[in-house]
């Protein structure tokens, strides 16, 4: 099957407009407007999220920025995880900080939606890759765009493209937006019972009471294959309430000694030792193991599997479990000490009136992520045939 006239342009030229802060920390206030990270760029989702994030006054906004993102511009980190691009919504309730640029595509030079689906893509976001500079914090900056070669087919198929990927990433944005509610109504009815409710007479005890923190195993670097049927799960796939499966490294054979509960299964919680401690997401795929620096919380009943999610996902468990990390240069949660942490114990009763409301939202989320799983996997089978020619559409 012949391909599509391809050419390739530089990424620089198909530019209408760079928003390049300068390089330093922006001053924040107690309120005002959103000022969004890195950390909120993923490319999970089609526009940023809200993640720990800071503010600043109205001064700041105005004085100190050199220009600020538009509705439909596109939001590339260059620094840290580079590459990593979203869509800027319809209402701009946000400021973008340093390590990242808001760019604007040349609509008489490529369709802004396509450039999106393309910096997307598996194979551009590995040129990106293997530009970038920076042992310890990758950089891929501003001025290194015109080496990143970008495949413009002709303008028609341009536009198929970029509406298929933006199709399907407008479904996945809203599964994802239902599952955020879904997990705040769980939490909601956690807080109703748990806090608000709660009785005096409840027993205090130890996490360990109720919940096991089962820590993975420490595979050897000899062990990680290219490719092959297992799975790892280190700290960068554990994000706050979802698995990043993006990149992932491979085992060749299962070792000697690793327990079976490493075997992960459909609905398992994991949880984040190093780094940004404290992350918690459920598990809605097979045959993945579970490497170290990350636990899997076993509910000791389990019907209290809900009530042990919701508690490991609020934010006030977060900031308990960074005051119990310990560490300098990164911080490291024990699950000993965290096993030791104490907790009220609500009566079996109420536990199991929660399970009975809370399990149904949960099982939803995970139905919702293998859904997100099935979209996100056509999409992005579809989208490099497209770009290359090897799968041709009637226009």
Not at 114 to 127: H, K, P, V
Not at 184 to 209: H, Q
């Amino acid at each position: 099957m012949s391909e599509w006239n391809i050419i390739f342009k530089p990424f620089s030229e198909l530019l209408s407009n760079v928003v390049d802060n300068r390089g330093k920390t922006c001053p924040t206030a107690p309120s005002g407007l959103a000022l969004i990270a890195t950390n909120c760029i993923k490319n999970d989702n089609l526009y940023p999220v809200y993640e720990n994030v800071r503010y600043i006054s109205d001064e700041t906004y105005k004085t100190w920025f050199r220009g600020h993102p538009l509705t439909g511009d596109l939001i590339f980190v260059t620094k840290g995880t580079p590459g990593r691009v979203c869509l800027v919504p319809s209402k701009v309730d946000f400021c973008i900080a340093q390590d990242m640029v808001a760019i604007r595509a040349d609509n008489k030079k490529v369709n802004p939606k396509y450039l999106f689906a393309a910096l997307r893509s598996a194979e551009i976001q590995g040129e990106i890759e293997n530009l970038h500079v920076g042992s310890l914090i990758p950089h891929f900056k501003k001025g290194d765009f015109d080496k990143l070669q970008i495949p413009l087919p002709e303008r028609e198929l341009q536009e198929y493209i970029g509406e298929q990927y933006f199709t399907f990433s407008i479904k996945i944005d809203l599964l994802h937006r239902q599952n955020k509610t879904l997990e705040g109504m769980a939490e909601a009815l956690w807080r109703k019972m748990f806090v608000e409710e709660a009785k005096e007479t409840w027993i205090t005890a130890s996490v360990k009471d109720m919940i096991n923190i089962l820590s993975g195993f420490a595979f050897k670097s000899s062990d990680f294959v290219d490719s092959g049927k297992y799975r790892l799960i280190t700290i960068k796939n554990v994000q706050d309430g979802y698995l990043d499966l993006s990149k992932t490294d491979y085992l060749g054979v299962i070792p000697e000694g690793m327990p079976d509960y490493c075997f992960l299964q459909n609905g398992d919680i994991l949880l984040s030792l190093t780094g940004n401690v404290g992350r918690c997401c459920l598990v809605n795929e097979e045959d993945l193991l579970l490497n170290q620096r990350v636990a899997k919380l076993q509910a000791r009943n389990v019907r209290d599997s809900a009530f042990t999610y919701i508690m490991f996902r609020k934010k006030t468990m977060r900031s308990i479990l960074e005051e119990l990390a310990k560490g300098t240069a990164q911080a490291n949660l024990s699950p000993v000490e965290t096993a030791k942490y104490k907790i009220q114990i609500p009566p079996q009763d109420l536990l199991e009136n929660y399970s009975a409301e809370a399990t149904p939202l949960i099982k939803k989320v995970l139905n919702n992520f293998n859904h997100i799983r099935t979209l996100s996997r056509l999409r992005d089978t579809l989208l490099p045939k497209l770009m290359s020619g090897e799968v041709r559409m009637k226009l």
